[in-house]
């Protein structure tokens, strides 16, 4: 059976405004059987904790430009003794945090954790991309690279991790078609709803099920076929499967 994936969201961020579960159910009908929630608050945590459910797997990370992460380094290793956690993140960089050096210390740190702890790492980077590819190379680990929306050569470096993307709305903008394509031709892709509480639009019923409206709207802009699209994500869901990750 082929289904969807949202690669990334934040679910217990969603469930202060909304009841998260019945929107899973209803998502599930409509072709959506899996979520990678990504966890930047001890609240949070709580919530998964409460809520297990077979169609989530969740990941901890202390955010490099979120006012309201308030996890910290102990944290998120108690996670990964208990194995908790599918990955370590969202982490990364990000050049609207002014203090480089202070997010570049605690990006290593929990690249260290995902080393110790043999977890993937999803990555949130906005600009920086070079200097993330710098350290990123020194480690042996799987990265998702979260909704990047970066140039093209910073793409093309990536790539020469084990990566994978996810797409996001960000893609669908004009000046982003060279690097949707490029991003569809690696076959190394997700699809991602990033979706917290902040991005409910006034009188949605259920945000996750934008997921679907984002891959009509990919395989529109690229010629290829939707189920094409859902097929090749699966494909890469399985593969994370395979390495025991999920």
Not at 100 to 106: E, I, P, R, V
Not at 152 to 159: R, S, T, V, Y
Request: a neutral charge.
């Amino acid at each position: 059976m082929v289904f969807l994936i949202d690669a990334h969201c934040h679910l217990a961020n969603l469930a202060g405004v909304m009841s998260v579960l019945p929107l899973i159910a209803e998502a599930e009908k409509q072709g959506i059987h899996f979520w990678l929630s990504s966890v930047l608050a001890k609240t949070e945590i709580s919530w998964h904790q409460k809520n297990p459910d077979k169609r989530i797997a969740y990941s901890a990370g202390i955010h490099p430009n979120y006012e309201e992460c308030d996890l910290e380094l102990k944290d998120i290793e108690e996670l990964c003794i208990k194995k908790k956690i599918w990955a370590i993140g969202e982490i990364g960089l990000d050049r609207n945090n002014p203090d480089f050096a202070g997010q570049l210390k605690t990006f290593i740190a929990q690249l260290e954790l995902a080393k110790q702890y043999n977890l993937p790492v999803v990555l949130h980077l906005v600009g920086h991309t070079s200097e993330a590819y710098k350290i990123l190379k020194q480690y042996n680990l799987h990265y998702l690279v979260h909704s990047y929306a970066g140039s093209l050569q910073g793409f093309k470096e990536l790539l020469h991790l084990k990566s994978l993307f996810t797409i996001s709305e960000r893609l669908l903008k004009r000046d982003k078609k060279e690097l949707l394509t490029a991003m569809i031709d690696s076959k190394r892709y997700f699809f991602e709803t990033d979706i917290t509480r902040e991005y409910v639009k006034k009188g949605e019923v259920n945000p996750l099920l934008r997921l679907i409206s984002l891959v009509s709207s990919v395989a529109e802009l690229s010629g290829i076929k939707k189920e094409q699209l859902i097929t090749q994500q699966q494909k890469n869901f399985n593969s994370y499967e395979q390495y025991g990750f999920l």
